[in-house]
């Protein structure tokens, strides 16, 4: 197809490198014009009460269009940001300059694909091509040496598959110019929208959490620079993964794969160059294995739609769950009077982060021991983590509530002993809740065991623990 100017929508693929969108446009030899739709319906309430996008998603969100419409200044392009919903105002706008194309990434996940629909529709009304392109996963869902409908329903069966049938592809390289009709679009050139102009202030900097992660293609490369080739931190990754505080106990690559910052290609490329001028170890290997976890919960929500979605999950499990407000909200305010549960929810409030291990740990607390709706849990977590990726979030969350395919069928987390192998020494508890800062050790993660312990500011728990010698 011969296009003279295409609009390059870009959603979920916030970069110059490997862009395949972006270089084919660029590949049809007339103007184009990098777009991104700040879509309202972001910004709108759940049921349960929360913003669908918290301020720290849209805070990083801004930080990554404000890096990206740098990028594209650097090379005498700009980057058009329109607010409203992308079939409309986009359509609008295509329209309006006359474009002939659309190029854009494509979606798995229910709300994404009904908006890709509705563009196309309307694009094909107008007279405007549509083309899309898949760009978010480590292995091409053209390479899988299955069909989508006969992926595998167990993870290890899919990885082992994936691992000896297919080939991860080479990245696309970053373009060094772009035909960018400035002049024309001058009425278009606006800076980034602040926090402000959305009503919300910034997330208050949590300097003692150690977790400083900011939007954007350049800070995904400078955390890939500092975490394998200046820190030398790959090398280790295996034994430190599980860590729990702050930058270093693992890549913290999750919120730029999330908004597409970086791609899990190139974290792939330059993870086989360490390889090959460092070292080649298990840490090495896991690192690729966890993003093959990653595709493989895009390629489930692919494969089963929106049941992703679904409380039933893709198991058609029966509802059994209860709908408790007041409890889940002491979950969501790190009020539960288990401190490890606390420590790990009061980090995520303060700063749109928790580890791998934390996530399994409360997920597991508010499903097995409150036995509280998990999608109110997958839900909190859509509106509060930066890294929010709606196929792995909702994914991990079906894992644990036990509506999805894992073949293991109790995910019950022994809280007390996961703190004794994790956070032995209580300091992360400590870190997160001032209250019990007083008790030192391990007791932490027990007051109620501490006979000097008052219980004034810090509630008893809401559930007798498993392997707690007291029983409240
Ligand atoms: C209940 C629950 C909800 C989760 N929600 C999300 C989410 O919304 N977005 C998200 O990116 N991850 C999610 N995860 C997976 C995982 O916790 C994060 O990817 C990880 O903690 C991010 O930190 P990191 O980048 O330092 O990970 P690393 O340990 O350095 O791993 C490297 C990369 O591998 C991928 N990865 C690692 N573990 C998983 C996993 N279990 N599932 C899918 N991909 C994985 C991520 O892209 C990650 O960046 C969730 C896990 C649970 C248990």
Redesign the pocket.
């Known amino acids: 197809m011969k296009s003279s100017r295409i609009v390059v929508w870009l959603r979920n693929d916030l970069r110059l490198e490997d862009n395949e969108t972006l270089v084919r446009a660029i590949q049809q030899g007339g103007e184009v014009v990098p777009v991104y739709c700040l879509d309202p319906r972001m910004l709108e309430k759940t049921s349960l009460g929360f913003h669908k996008t918290g301020h720290f998603r849209i805070s990083y969100l801004l930080e990554s269009l404000k890096d990206l419409k740098t990028s594209f200044q650097e090379l005498g392009a700009d980057l058009v940001l329109l607010q409203g919903k992308p079939e409309d105002v986009m359509l609008s706008f295509a329209k309006e300059i006359r474009a002939s194309a659309i190029f854009f990434s494509k979606e798995v996940t229910s709300e994404e694909r009904a908006v890709d629909r509705e563009v196309e529709k309307k694009a094909f009304s107008l007279g405007i091509a549509c083309e899309s392109f898949w760009q978010s996963t480590l292995y091409h869902k053209d390479d899988l040496p299955f069909p989508i409908k006969q992926l595998p329903e167990v993870f290890t069966q899919f990885r082992k598959e994936v691992e000896k049938q297919s080939k991860v592809r080479a990245p696309f390289a970053r373009p060094t110019a772009i035909n960018y009709p400035m002049e024309a679009l001058s009425k278009y050139a606006t800076g980034t929208p602040t926090l402000k102009s959305y009503g919300l202030d910034r997330p208050k900097a949590e300097v003692h959490s150690g977790i400083e992660i900011r939007g954007g293609e350049s800070a995904a490369w400078r955390r890939l620079q500092s975490y394998f080739w200046e820190k030398d931190l790959l090398k280790s ?1 295996k034994e430190t ?1 599980n860590g729990l505080i702050g930058m270093d ?7 730029w ?2 908004l597409g910052c970086i791609s ?1 290609r190139t974290i792939y490329t330059e993870v086989k160059r360490y390889e090959k001028e460092r070292i080649k170890n298990e840490s090495t290997y896991w ?1 690729v294995l ?2 093959i ?2 595709d ?2 895009r390629f489930i929500a692919k494969k089963h739609g929106n049941k992703i979605f679904l409380r039933k999950g893709i198991r058609n499990q029966m509802d059994s769950w209860r709908r408790d407000k007041a409890q889940f909200q002491r979950w969501v305010e790190g009020k539960t009077g288990v401190p490890f549960v606390d420590a790990n929810m009061r980090e995520l409030q303060a700063t749109g982060f ?3 291990r934390g ?2 740990l ?2 597991s607390f508010l499903v097995n021991d409150l036995g509280i709706d998990w999608t109110w ?2 839900s909190y ?2 509106s509060q ?1 930066i ?4 196929c ?2 909702w ?3 079906m ?2 509530a036990g509506v999805g395919n894992d073949p293991r069928e109790n995910r019950y987390f022994n809280i007390l002993r996961q703190a004794k192998t994790y956070d032995r020494n209580g300091d992360f508890v400590r870190l997160w809740i001032p209250e019990l800062r007083s008790i030192a050790g391990f007791d932490v993660h027990q007051p109620w065991e501490v006979r000097s312990f008052a219980f004034q500011n810090y509630p008893r728990p809401m559930v007798a623990l498993i392997g707690a010698e007291t029983v409240y």
Request: aromatic share 24%.
């Open positions: 990754y993964r106990y693992s890549s913290k690559f999750s919120p794969l999330a899990p690192l966890e993003l976890w990653r493989y919960f928790m580890s791998n996530r399994q409360v997920a849990g997958a977590f859509e983590l890294d929010y990726d709606p792995s979030n994914g991990n969350w894992y644990v």
